[in-house]
């Protein structure tokens, strides 16, 4: 055997016999990947991950805590005590006798804002898929515009931005003057369910051209011109060959419009006036003026689980979409 057998031989030893002693600590928080000089070992991240499983997980696991605990006779707060009654009021009330049947008020909540993230979903889609193409479709110089342009209203506070809408809205802001000087005269916008869903439009608007223009910006429009020269119309072109490329943007798009826009507080309350009831605004109530802190744990933690869910399918679909966009 020569010397450089020998020596080959050696460092695979040296190789396969600290992988043979890996403990679970290791597989878990280590890496396949050997550490490179100067670098710090892995276990100083243990802190850093500390501190954001409690930062995270921490708020959640309280509330969900909380919604099956029972409610002090007197007060806020909880008395911890095991009980599933925040649960079953969302489904049942009891009389004075103490007879159960079912109430559907808080599915009309849910329901409402359900019908109110969907809508405002499907519009800012509608909306932000063509001013995403035409965005991508400028030189870079214009882009990084474009996207500055998006992007100003994140550097307005919310409630500033809502009480604009609200002055806008108003029995005496510019859209009534307009209507008034068109003799048509003047409208009741704000304080209702209209209000509240401009709202929400203008607030998740942004979230929804963002990824669309990031999956568009990348796509090679000379795939357009050859669509074009092998006899495909316009409309086969946007749907098999732009949309498809965009699906992953669009998917992304309809998770952070809808999930965020389905537990709103802001919009429904300074735009609604509170007359659009919504799941955010049944919340507040409850650890506010009602005081049961355990029911509106309950509500806050339906609404996770069906943000998880929704979460989850958009994830589903988005890395469908991606491979579809590859191929």
């Given amino acids: ?53 409690l930062f995270t997980l921490g708020p959640i696991g309280v509330i969900i805590a909380f919604s099956f605990m029972s409610r002090p006779d007197m007060g806020g707060g909880v008395v911890f005590k095991f009980s599933t009654d925040a649960y079953e009021k969302l489904l049942f009330r009891h009389d004075f006798f103490g007879n159960r049947s079912f109430d559907a008020r808080y599915l009309q909540v849910f329901g409402t804002s ?42 307005t506070n919310l409630l500033v931005r809502t009480y604009a809408w609200m002055l806008i809205l108003n029995e005496n802001g510019p859209i009534n003057w307009a209507l008034r000087l068109l003799g048509i005269g003047s ?32 796509f090679d429009f000379r795939l357009v011109e050859a669509a074009y020269d092998l006899g495909a119309h316009k409309l086969t072109v946007m749907r098999r060959v732009i949309f498809r490329a965009a699906m992953p943007g669009v998917m992304s798009g309809i998770a952070l419009c809808f999930i965020p826009a389905f537990g709103s507080y ?14 955010g605004n049944l919340i507040a109530s409850q650890f506010a003026e009602a005081r049961n802190w355990p029911f509106g744990a309950a509500l806050s933690t339906v609404i996770l689980a069906v943000t998880l869910f929704g979460a989850l399918v958009a994830s ?4 469908r979409a991606s491979r579809k966009a590859g191929e």
Avoid at 118 to 138: D, E, N, Q, R, Y
């Fill in 1 to 53: 055997m020569s010397a450089a057998d020998r020596k080959t031989e050696a460092r695979e030893e040296r190789v396969d016999v600290p992988a043979a002693k890996t403990s679970a600590w290791s597989r878990w928080f280590g890496s396949p990947h050997a550490a490179k000089p100067g670098m710090l070992n892995r276990l100083y991240s243990l802190p850093s991950i500390i501190i954001g499983l």
């Fill in 266 to 279: 802001v919009q429904p309350v300074l735009l609604g006036g509170g007359r659009v009831l919504m799941v």
């Fill in 316 to 319: 589903i679909l988005g890395s």
């Fill in 114 to 155: 359900l019908w109110q993230a969907l809508l405002t979903t499907v519009i800012c889609v509608a909306l932000a898929f063509p001013i995403a193409l035409w965005m991508s479709m400028k030189s870079a110089k214009i882009q990084q515009i474009l996207v500055l342009l998006v992007t100003i209203p994140f550097w």
């Fill in 187 to 218: 409208q009741q916008m704000l304080y209702t369910s209209f209000a509240s869903v401009i709202g929400l439009i203008y607030t998740f608007l942004p979230f929804a051209i963002l990824p669309m223009y990031s999956a568009l910006s990348g």
